[in-house]
């Protein structure tokens, strides 16, 4: 396996061979019944003022990934390095003042805010419970918070019931960055709002980013909203990270079958887009419980061969900063489609 | 379905697509009283949708575009919806003016509807050969043992793979993207005029997606059947329909062919949507200092207390005391482009 921070120096979080497997218990004895391999051997690294957007399909792991590297779920191996503190086995105790410094933002609006906590106090609790600023102090800092955000205020006595969908998700970034932290991880922050509401957050997102140095785990299955937060992306598929690069190169020259079918798999909205040659995959993803032999991915691959069926493919340095998990590479194969999108025409 | 395929339909396209309506919604208006006062979801909508064509209707929640459909087929919820005016005009008939019976003989026959998800419209306890071939025997008259047949034939029809075994699955057996695939069969089993697919791909991922929405395109093309596809993702509408109809707030606000609405948007609504969303082949390639997305200022006014005059004017950057004071009238500005917006003209003259 790989580590792809080669600058540990500056690195902030680096992730090594992580797992996170859930076992499926059933009957009454509760027998161990079979395993969910969710995250199944991923490694990447994010540096200081980064965003590393982390795309791929339902079930493919990228949630667990989010939540396994804050340390909401154990991590069952791999290592978690946070500027260098290897924290994969600290304890609730050892993870506080780390707690402070990675927060989170979640996807759904309506179900991650308290509804019966006002939002000012879903906003503060971050700071009672590290037991950060008091009384007065504590009211302005989140009266802050509040407009950092785009909030006025005096909703700050408002139920989350009484604000909008957008408005939520606001709540929700404010109590995030309570408490200054360095790195967030976004959980399909925008999937469930409108289209004119999305790009708000999104762009609330970026300013936040630039202003205050934050590093992102962008977590989404819209590659077109990843690719426009992200400075790299890694493509998730089935546990395992397939394919990361910066942004651009990984829509201009991408390595991994599966990432050039879902580049081509996203409608883009515009007249032109239609006339672009497309990779139309056959089937579903398979389980995670049970999955492939191999490469994941050789069972929907228009490529695969023999060794695919056998053997897995190891993620590795293709071009320089430009990882890939497929065998066509280490073959010497050259990767045989042309770039999925494009104008070519109108 | 073969892969790596080259579609896409040419680039000549004229501005309207010749043939008659089969379906023409005319001045619609379903609204639902409620305790807090009348909501005008859907307020004097209109479009038409012609053999062999996909009709895209895009907006946001709450705009009105899935009660138009839901009142095509009368199956708004009464009380506390209600059609209060318009027409529907199908078949030399007026849809609202039939008696239930003959509504029950339209449904599911001669106009259809897949939904967002499958899951909640199959029934669980049924397998999918059952469902399919229900409709087959009410509405064709067909034996039981004929429709069973005509059902695994359907299930080949949208590539699932062993139809005669999986004819006897129960929904929960079937994957999200195969689900679907088991309410187009449905939908498409009595050959309708109209299918009518409200948010048909939102619930399943991208590549499913993206087999669904061809599966689509090839049976629109072997049955000639006219396709009104709801959706909020102006993507799939650009690279799916022929026309479009954007709405807000419950009326229709722009109508254009695909190419005019994405080249040459005209209501300012359409531009600051289509301006909203990142585009993937533009955002790859920004540089690091990343552009940020035009946003459209607020959010969709409340259907219990719309503003006066015209509905987007709080949000628009465009909008004058004469927005302010009336809704602008729905006016023809070029041969097929239809724009609601008392300063269209000044904004189809500027670039989008």
Known sequence: MITAGANGAQTLIEVRDLKKHFPII?????????????????????????????????????????????????????????????????????????????????????????????????????????????????????????????????LMRAYPHEFSGGQRQRIGIARALALSPEFVVSDEPVSALDVSIQAQIINLLMDLQDELGLSYLFVAHDLAVVEHLSHRVAVMYLG????????????????????????????????????????????????????????????????????????????????????????LHDDGIKFPLAPPTGNQST | MSQGVLFGRTAEEPETAPGAAVLEID?????????????????????????????????ESGCGKSVTALSV???????????????????????????????????????????????????????????????????????????????????????????????????????????QRVMIAMALSCNPKVLIADEPTTALDVTIQAQILELMRELQETFGTAIILITHDMGVVAENADRVVVMYAGRKVEEASARTLFEQPGHPYTRGLLDSIPKLDVVAHEDARRIRLNEIEGMVPSLHNLPKGCTFAPRCEFATDQCRAAYPPLLQHRPGHVIACWHADKLLASPA
């Open chain 1, 240 to 327: 395992r990270i397939v394919e990361v690069t910066d942004k651009t190169t990984l829509f201009d020259t991408p390595l991994h079958p599966y990432t050039e079918a879902l580049l081509s798999a996203v409608p883009i909205p515009k007249y032109s887009a239609r006339s672009r040659k497309r990779v139309i995959l056959k089937g579903d993803v398979p389980s995670p419980i049970n999955p492939p032999a191999g490469c994941h991915f050789h069972t929907r691959c228009i490529y695969a061969h023999a060794r695919c069926r056998e053997e897995v493919p190891a993620l590795r340095e293709v071009t320089p900063g430009h990882w890939a998990s497929c065998h």
């Open chain 2, 73 to 179: 087929l009368r199956l708004v919820a009464d009380p506390p919806g209600r059609i209060v005016g318009g027409k529907i005009r199908f078949g030399g008939a007026n849809l609202l003016d039939l008696s239930e019976n003959e509504m029950e003989g339209i449904r599911g026959n001669e106009i259809s509807m897949i939904f967002q998800e499958p899951m909640t419209s199959l029934n669980p306890l049924l397998t999918v050969g059952r469902q399919i071939s229900e409709a087959i025997t009410v509405h064709q008259g067909v034996s039981a043992r004929g429709a069973m047949n005509k059902a695994v034939e359907m299930l080949r029809r949208v590539s699932i793979p062993e139809p005669e075994r999986r004819v006897h699955a129960y929904p929960h057996q079937l994957s999200g993207g195969m689900r």
């Open chain 1, 26 to 154: 059933k009957g009454v004895f509760s027998r161990p019944a079979g395993t969910v391999y969710a995250v199944d051997g991923v490694s990447f690294h994010i540096d200081p003022g980064e965003t590393l957007g982390l795309v791929g399909e339902s079930g493919c792991g990228k949630s667990t990934v989010g939540r396994t590297l804050l340390k909401l779920l154990e991590p069952t191996a791999g290592r978690i390095i946070v500027r260098g503190e290897d924290i994969s086995g600290h304890d609730h105790e050892q993870m506080l003042p780390y707690r402070r410094q990675m927060q989170m933002i979640y996807q759904d609006p309506y179900a991650s805010l308290n509804p019966r906590m006002s939002a000012g106090e879903i906003v503060s609790e971050p700071f009672a419970i590290h037991r950060v600023a008091t009384g007065g102090e504590r009211q302005d800092r989140v009266a802050a918070l509040f407009e950092r955000v785009g909030l006025r205020p005096e």
């Open chain 2, 27 to 59: 001045d619609l208006r379903t609204h639902f009283f409620t305790q807090a006062g009348v909501v005008r979801a859907v307020d004097g909508v209109s479009y038409a949708v012609r053999a062999g064509e996909t009709l895209g209707v895009v907006g």
